[in-house]
DNA sequence: CGTACTTTTGAATCGCATCAAATCTGGTGG
DNA sequence: CCACCAGATTTGATGCGATTCAAAAGTACG
């Protein structure tokens, strides 16, 4: 699935494309980093623990929980791509559990050569706060993309966000959009096609567009009016 | 209201306390800040203007928004304290209007001596970055909070995440903690009273924490995992 | 005392999640 | 090429829970 490391050689250029919070660092990075292949379970740190290593995803996922006193799992981030836990670089140790909730290949770089870079190198440490600076621009908008209650405020709000001049080309299934939109599935599907029989989008496989109508208020092209 | 600035003067004590984000960065920025006072409605930036100022709220609440071709506001940050578009540190321009929702009292620092703080100084330098990741960190926790569909497993979320050892002290009103939430604040009345009455949490003012019972209270939320 | 806001409870409505099932897709191997 | 499978996509029916509208009681403040 991944692809990108066959017999611990990497293949940094698909990696790099495929993974564009890397693209900037990594050329720093590639000296340091580790391959790791994790199966799913996979306990990499405990709360408490020293921070020994700073956890990137490749493929499969990783997750940053705690568990509740009833027993319930409580997730505080999800990473299917990138770097996970980012502030543990200023910690010592850990304040929650990392494990891997589905096997994959990961890499890792050890702390203390990824401090030292951040303070000698100054096109790392520029592209490592434009790195943390995007990452959040993005998880505000998703933040408010998810406080909006209805199916069809969320996808306009995600054309208006993340997509450019309001169209986009999904680079994932339709239901792991659901999923990062905080929808079902169904819910995803039917409000996609109602906007469209509305006029108010073009939906063309993976791309996903207003329509450019012509003037006004595309909401009356779906019924007739009077 | 603020209560922060009189006369020009700020009351940087004051102004570090209510603020942690400011808190370490504060010592090296001071001779850089300029405070304002902003009428709400006013626009302080707009698609394309050169970034000339980073801004951070000491009261009511800027935003950053784009319009769709509906004519629809389209809401990417609110922020009612703190820094707002970090990301335009790295970028020329910006990419969305930058307006005033509500008056109140503003930080602006001229970009060019922030920029050059950052590659001069070591400590600022490591404050901003440990900053970035934290509110990486914390919204990365609250947008796995508002996919969760359930009221109470959004408390029970909040209190795991944002609170230390299952307690918290509200330092907001619950209508606006509501609001965080992404739910009406009908929706949070209730449910809280209602798991207190069930004997999961206690509630006393603006203090709430998991009940500490003896076991058997045995409510799962949230199942699958993988 | 009056005003504005928060907190609280009640009742009705609506949209989304959920369960179910059919179709379609890409990939694998015989 | 076909059979087969796992997954995504699509449509239908149903119930629940959150939103919404409404109104009252509590609280802070001048």
């Not at 990961?106 to 790392?124: S, T």
């Not at 709000?157 to 001049?165: A, K, R, V």
């Not at 063309?204 to 329509?211: H, K, L, Y």
Request: with cysteine; glycine share 8%; proline share 2%.
């Amino acid at each position: 699935m991944h692809g990108f490391e066959k017999n611990g050689i990497i293949d940094w250029g698909a990696l790099i494309t495929s993974q564009p919070s890397l693209a900037r660092v990594a050329a720093s990075l590639r000296e340091l980093a580790e391959v790791r292949e994790i199966a799913a379970g996979r306990v990499l740190a405990r709360v408490g623990d020293p921070v020994n290593w700073i956890w990137s995803v490749i493929s499969g996922e990783l997750r940053l929980v705690r568990r509740s006193r009833t027993g319930a799992e409580v997730i505080l981030q999800r990473a299917r791509g990138g770097f996970i836990a980012e502030a543990s670089l200023s910690s010592k140790t850990y304040h929650c559990d990392l494990m891997a909730a589905e096997g994959g290949v990961v890499l890792r770089f050890p702390v203390k050569p990824f401090r030292a870079m951040l303070d000698q190198n100054a096109d790392f440490r520029d592209a490592w706060i434009a790195e943390l600076a995007q990452e959040v621009r993005k998880l505000r908008s998703q933040s408010e993309r998810l406080s909006l209650h209805g199916a069809a405020e969320r996808i306009i709000h995600y054309l208006e966000s993340e997509g450019s001049d309001g169209a986009i080309e999904l680079s994932q299934s339709r239901k792991a959009w659901a999923a990062e939109l905080g929808l079902s599935h169904e819910s995803l599907y039917r409000t996609l096609s109602r906007l469209q029989s509305e006029g108010q989008l073009d939906i063309d496989g993976p791309r996903i567009a207003f329509r450019k109508s012509r003037k006004g208020n595309a909401r009356n092209q779906g019924k007739k009016s009077g």
